[in-house]
């Protein structure tokens, strides 16, 4: 397979496609369109006929079946934007080829230092090829590596007309890293039975499972007065929430002391004044009881710290962001057992795994569209140390296509 992966890959990277939370919009930035008809026009040059960007910013597209099998329609899917939590503006990749094993430094800020310590997996990257940034800014393989990789597979199988599958949907969203991605996808149009989001990390890792996650507020109602005579009057909602925020376990329940399965509870904003305050947090779990346990400790110690506020009140706002996707694939176990086939069949040995957050395919699982995760090769996303690899990357895209040709041949 004559790879255009890594190419393509140093072109979309350069395209600053940062989403922003405090938009209203969708796309929530006018810049990942930019992105967006690049795409549309790359489709449409190498034969995909109906690849179109909507006004939203969403592409689509469909390779046709090529083959007289009943074949489920399977899309691929990633995300456009870059996370807003570091600059993804004039990014200037650097391409260390033949990796020595040693920690790597970047050639823009030399006190941005890529160190083996903190990053295994380099270790399992000795002589392959590793993409960085300059050190100034975020790389974007999150997920631009996934987009990519779709481009590479798709283009392979229009130029390869004797490698038989059913109709392929590619799917390319906006604003995934702000929790959006999958707010106007339209999957009646897209109509596929499966999908695929290629937006993992280590290589041969299939997620099957994600938190599931709650966006829970604390609004704060103290009582408010001049300052001067506030004396056995004044309620600081400020003081308030301060309390709650100072009061939460550091040892446990926190981003900062989890992993793997366990659950946690993070403020992400705190605002307001004297008379009105509000904390926002995110809560995760793998399971339902244990978001109502997170909520319920959070009202508890509400109601724990307002003990001593006997004029001030709260109230607490809970959205329902996504749920572990484990439950919809189970359902469907071919799903996940046609991905592994096809790791394989890329030469490396599938990893099943859980994810410590989400993906549009969390929510597509529960649009209809069962979608678990596969790797596309990125590590250390949202940073300035982000890097990929360049034969991640051609794994990913053999793991595509033998995907579109496992799923045809079990048909």
Known sequence: MNHTVTERFLKYVKIDTQSDASSPTCPSTEKQKDLAKVLVMELLEMGVKDAHMDENGYVYGTIESNTSKKVPVICFCSHMDTSPDCSGKNVNPQVNKNYDGKDIVLINDKSQIIKVS????????VGNDIITTDGTTLLGADNKAGVAE????????????EVKHG??????????????????????KVGADFGYTIDGEELGHIENETFSADGLTI??????THPGFAKN???????????????????????????????????????????EASIQFIIRAFDEEGLKRQENFLKELTELILKTYPHSTYDIVIKQQYRNMKQVLDKNPEIVENA????????????LSSIRGGTDGSRFSYMGLPCPNIFAGEHAFHSKHEWVSVQDMQKAVQTIVNLAVVWEERS
């Not at 903190?118 to 399992?124: A, G, M, V």
């Open 233 to 275: 009057k004044m309620e600081s909602a400020i003081k308030i929430a301060s309390e709650i925020v100072a009061a939460l376990p550091t040892d446990e329940m926190s981003p900062e002391s989890t992993e793997k399965k366990q659950p946690f509870v993070h403020p992400v904003a705190i605002s307001g004044a004297v008379e």
């Open 150 to 161: 779709i481009m590479d597979a798709a283009y392979h199988l229009m130029k390869n007309p």
């Open 118 to 125: 903190e990053h295994p997996s380099l270790l399992k990257q």
């Open 167 to 188: 109709t392929i949907k590619i799917l390319f969203t906006p604003d995934e890293e702000i929790g959006r991605g999958a707010d106007k996808a339209d999957l009646k």
């Open 340 to 351: 592994m086939e096809a790791v394989r069949r890329a030469g490396v040995e599938p990893v």
């Open 219 to 224: 609004n704060i109602h103290g009582v408010s």
